[in-house]
Each structure stands twice: as structure tokens, then as C-alpha cells.
């Protein structure tokens, strides 16, 4: 079992700027596939990047403004968001899969809130 914890969001005024964190334990992730995902209110939850051992991916909509990355000695995953606008307020969460699956995630996190004011 991987539990998998985020922090760092917050309050953040648009145009400024947040990074999240999300921090594995049970296992090592370092050749899991994670990822972030964002539940606007009302709205569903969406995809927002994904990274693997050699690649990363985005929504369109954060594409150039957020970054993904890990820090697998320390089993953690980083949100880079930048440029932060209204519409990224959302619950932000954390995912991890260490299946050879393509797509779908074993492990979610509980989330964080970002609040993006104008």
C-alpha cells in the first residue's frame, strides 16, 4: 500500500504563484507513474499532468504555466504552478500507479485547496 499525502496549497492572488508537494510512504515510487488532478467546485474532477519515469504531460489548460516533477530519493512529487489564474481554484490531488497500466491511478491522496483571488 502507498499512502500518499499533498501540501501546500493555499490562498494566492492571480498571477502569483504555489507549489504543492505530495509525499509517498508504504513504498518506493520512484518507477510509479503520478500525477495531479484538480476538483474544481461543481465541476468533476480533471486531469491536470502526469509524470513517469521518462516523461511528462499536460492539460491544455496548465500546459506552460504549471510543471510537474519528483524527487524519487526523497519519494516525492512536486506542482510547480505559476502564472495562477481564478480558474485553477480547486481541490488538487496527488495520484500514483505502479501498475503497467497506461491510464487510471491505484493510489489517491486526500488533497489540497488552492484559492486563486482576483
Known amino acids: 500500500q502507498v499512502q500518499l499525502v499533498e501540501s501546500g496549497g493555499g490562498l494566492v492572488q492571480a498571477g502569483g504563484s504555489l507549489r504543492l508537494s505530495c509525499a509517498a510512504s508504504?513504498?518506493?515510487?520512484?518507477?510509479?507513474?503520478m500525477g495531479w488532478f484538480r476538483q474544481a467546485p461543481g465541476k468533476e474532477r480533471e486531469f491536470v499532468a502526469t509524470i513517469s519515469w521518462y516523461s511528462t504531460y499536460y492539460a491544455d489548460s496548465v500546459k506552460g504555466r504549471f510543471t510537474i516533477s519528483r524527487d524519487n530519493a526523497k519519494n516525492l512529487v512536486y506542482l510547480q504552478m505559476d502564472s495562477l489564474k481564478p480558474e485553477d481554484t480547486a481541490v488538487y490531488y496527488c495520484?500514483?500507479?505502479?501498475?503497467?497500466?497506461?491510464?487510471?491511478?491505484?493510489?489517491w491522496g486526500q488533497g489540497t485547496r488552492v484559492t486563486v483571488s482576483s
Open positions: 508504504g513504498r518506493t515510487i520512484s518507477s510509479y507513474r
Open positions: 495520484a500514483g500507479d505502479g501498475t503497467t497500466a497506461t491510464s487510471g491511478y491505484e493510489y
